[in-house]
């Protein structure tokens, strides 16, 4: 079964809208298709849609130049937007000037990040991971939303920066 339709049927099987599976047709390249998961992260993340090892299997060396990373050793990355983290990611990811960002990190990702200057970064935590922090000044903004007990946060440099504000939620997912 071609990747596409492979897509459809197991987000139908979870759920998907009709308004999103008709999104899922016709010859999209991983490019068009990261856009789809990242626009839709919020579903992904509640269904676990597609799965880590579907995620492995089909995107895993190809989905990462578009901002979607899998079990992978990272370099360090200065003001990218839009970046999910699943899997095993290890990285530094740095986030200053005028940047306006959001980060997902998932299962047991680990990574650091620094932010200075004027940025703006909202930072979804789930699972397992693990998430340093350093900020410089009290220009930057910061939202830390925390899912489920799990997630680890160090404060790079001991207290939590005025900047940073943490929002805790019970549940797992959004």
Same mark, same amino acid.
């Given at each position: ?33 990261? @856009? ?8 992904? $993340?509640? &269904? %676990?849609? *597609? /799965? +880590? ?6 995107? @895993? ?8 990373? $899998?079990? &992978? %050793?990272? *370099? /360090? +990355? ?18 200053? &000037? ?77």
């Amino acid at each position: 079964m071609e990747l596409v339709e492979q897509l459809r049927k197991d987000g139908t099987e979870k759920g998907l809208c009709r308004l999103w599976q008709m999104k899922l047709r016709g010859n999209l390249d991983t490019e068009a298709l990261v @856009k789809l998961y990242i626009k839709g992260i919020d579903f992904c $993340i509640c &269904e %676990d849609y *597609p /799965t +880590l090892d579907f995620l492995r299997t089909h995107f @895993k060396g190809n989905s990462e130049p578009y901002g979607v990373y $899998i079990d &992978e %050793d990272m *370099p /360090t +990355l200065a003001n990218k937007a839009d970046l999910v983290l699943n899997g095993a990611c290890r990285g530094m990811l740095e986030y200053g &000037e005028y940047s306006v960002s959001r980060l997902y990190v998932r299962h047991t990702s680990e990574i650091a990040v620094n932010v200075s200057d004027h940025a703006i970064l909202t930072i979804d935590l789930f699972d397992n991971s693990k998430l340093h922090l350093s900020v410089v000044g009290d220009d930057a903004s910061i939202i830390l939303n925390v899912y489920g007990s799990t997630p680890q946060i160090d404060f790079v440099d001991g207290e939590k920066p005025n900047c940073v504000i943490v929002n805790y939620n019970n549940k797992t997912t959004y």
